[in-house]
């Protein structure tokens, strides 16, 4: 992975030992953000979810040799992480990589980087604002301490349970793959980022879990030991293949931002046939005057 950078420090890359091990079927639904939005109006971008069903996954911590199942509701999560391109639509900022003296081609496309924790869980909450969504997320009058509603709707952070679930997709093996065939990493990547959606996805239709860049997750990593740092998964495009595994498992301080670490979206509970029907149906409307005209999917029934 890429350690985390002040303004002004330089890149580094830290090499880190890590954990090698790590599990129903997907249905597609388009989310759009709302036209009137400001992030429409440069051109929308569509965020598509997967449903996943309810099922179990086998989490482990090999660093104090813990092994636990954890019991997985049903849940959305998206095709692809977060790009460029929707961060900065959404928020009116430019990700800091915008901002690079060579910029890299197609960074639209890219995987949006050098996010902290705090700054993902924000984009959560004002896309669900955007959406008409209750926010799954209530921050401290000193910003410092979230808080998180299992009842909104809203968008948020996948668990990191849900996330090696969604990796797997029904499958224990550590890949759900070639790793050249489904991830950008060291021996392939070039030493950078690549558009999300390139690679082979898993059996559910998900890019980018292995390699490109790590995402972060909702958990805390270890408070006991490790205090407020957070989770993040999946393997980045500057790590060795041992890393980009489904079960590899990363912390950080939910301020930092890193170079190779990015986020997912994800959403509570399946789409309702309504919701899914209007998913589908501003899916495929017209685009507006000015956008992009977007491909459609269909969900599977």
């Known amino acids: 992975m890429r350690i985390p950078r002040k303004p002004n420090e330089s890149r580094r890359v830290r090499s880190e030992a890590p954990p090698e091990t790590q599990r129903p079927h997907g ?15 440069a051109g929308e971008r569509a965020i598509e979810l997967v ?3 309810a099922g179990s996954v086998v989490l482990r911590d090999d660093r104090i040799g813990r092994i636990w199942r954890v019991e997985i509701q049903p849940f959305r999560i998206a095709r692809c992480p977060v790009t460029c391109a929707q961060y900065r639509e959404l928020l009116g900022l430019a990700p800091s990589t915008d901002n690079d003296a060579q910029p890299q081609k ?12 705090y700054e993902a869980i924000a984009f959560c909450n004002a896309l669900s604002a955007q959406c008409g969504l209750p926010p799954c997320y209530t921050l401290s009058d000193e910003g410092t301490q979230v808080t998180f509603s299992t009842e909104s709707d ?3 952070l996948p668990s990191e349970a849900e996330w090696q679930y969604a990796c797997q997709a029904g499958d224990e093996r550590v890949r759900y793959g070639e790793l050249d065939a489904i991830a950008w990493y060291r ?15 898993n059996r559910w239709g998900l890019h980018d879990l292995l390699g490109n860049v790590w995402e972060w997750c909702w958990d805390l990593y270890d408070p006991q030991v490790y205090g407020e740092y957070r989770v993040f998964r ?3 495009w500057a790590d060795a293949h041992w890393g980009c595994t489904a079960a590899s498992r990363r912390r950080s301080h939910p301020t930092f931002r890193i170079d190779d670490l990015g986020f997912r ?14 998913e589908i149906s501003e899916a495929n409307d017209e685009p507006s005057e000015g956008t992009r005209p977007q491909p459609t999917r269909k969900a599977k029934s």
């Open 27 to 41: 249905k597609i639904a388009t989310v759009r953000v709302p036209r009137n939005s400001s992030a429409a109006q």
């Open 51 to 53: 449903d996943i069903d």
């Open 106 to 117: 197609d960074s639209d496309a890219l995987p949006v980087v050098e996010v902290s924790w």
């Open 154 to 156: 809203g968008y948020r």
């Open 187 to 201: 021996e392939n990547s070039g030493g950078q980022r690549h558009p999300v959606g390139q690679k082979q996805p």
């Open 234 to 236: 999946g393997g980045g």
């Open 265 to 278: 979206l994800a959403r509570s509970g399946p789409a309702s046939p309504a919701q899914r029907s209007a």
